[in-house]
Each structure stands twice: as structure tokens, then as C-alpha cells.
């Protein structure tokens, strides 16, 4: 099973929706960096050499937005850094509410709680 940017790509999935899981990627991003290595659209995991997943991730981080563990580690900067500056919108990670003006009367009741370690 190869692995792209630290995401494990299955063997029997089709590769472009594999190379969708990777975060930070959507389907049409995918669909380019298979057209770029070479891939076909019913290519397969298992059609992945060691090479090839080598070729697709330069592909990948080449763009020059983050991928993958950089993104998510990016995300939670901010989010860290708007608890730390106690803004509204930090308040509302740190209570586990909607951030962005949802209803909470009837909706937002089982959201889970966001685990920052804010110090």
C-alpha cells in the first residue's frame, strides 16, 4: 500500500479519489496530478509504484498551498491563536459552539468539543 504525503492510498479504490484524501486536495486536483504522472481515470492503487508515488507527491508539493499535516497544523495555529487573543470567535472553539453564526436552539447540540492545548 503506497503512501503519498503520509496517507496510505488503498489497492483497490480508484486512485484519483484516493489521491482526494489526502487534506487539502479535492477531486480536481486529483484528476491533474493523475493526468500529470500519467495515470489513466480507472487506474487502481495497486498501479502505484514506489517511483511513480514519489513523482505524484513532488507533483502534489509542488502547489503552493500546504498539504496534508502542514495544513492541519496551520489550522490549528490560528485556531490556537484567536483563543489565546480571546476573541468571540476563539470563545466559541473553546466552548465547542458554532463559529460562524449557526443557530444553536435547535441544531449544534452533539457537536464534540474541540481539544486545543491553549497555554
Known sequence: MPYIIGTSIPEDKVLVQSIAHIYGLGLSQ???LCKKAGFGSDSRGRDVSFF???MIENLAEATPLPLGADLRRFQNDKIRRLC???T???SRHRKGLP???QRTHTNAKKRP???LNVN
Open 30 to 32: 486529483s484528476k491533474n
Open 52 to 54: 511513480k508515488g514519489k
Open 84 to 86: 489565546v487573543l480571546s
Open 88 to 90: 468571540y470567535r476563539g
Open 99 to 101: 463559529v460562524r453564526g
Open 113 to 115: 468539543l474541540l481539544k
